[in-house]
């Protein structure tokens, strides 16, 4: 099967950078995220890379459904991120 994509150029880069890293080519990465998409679990690309791929939560994937509604959202502070982050 032969498949087109597009991509912008940040994913491009990505991409390149993945594939001269983890010497691999696009059509293993997409088998990789085929993998992904229909298995619903967390793949290792590579072993000597330690490189994890996992779908997320449903809490996760709830909670990204509501920033994209602009629902349940809250304002904070770059100061009140900041002390949350240290007070951790």
Known sequence: MQ?????DNQHIEKLQTLEKTLQKNTSE???FAIDIIFTNKVVKIEEQANIYISIPNEQ???????VRAKKNLESVTLEQLQHEIESQ
């Not at 498949?3 to 991509?7: D, F, K, M, R, S």
């Not at 996760?60 to 509501?66: F, S």
């Open 60 to 66: 996760t994937q709830m909670a990204m459904l509501d």
């Open 3 to 7: 498949i087109t994509a597009e991509l």
């Open 29 to 31: 990465f997409f088998a």
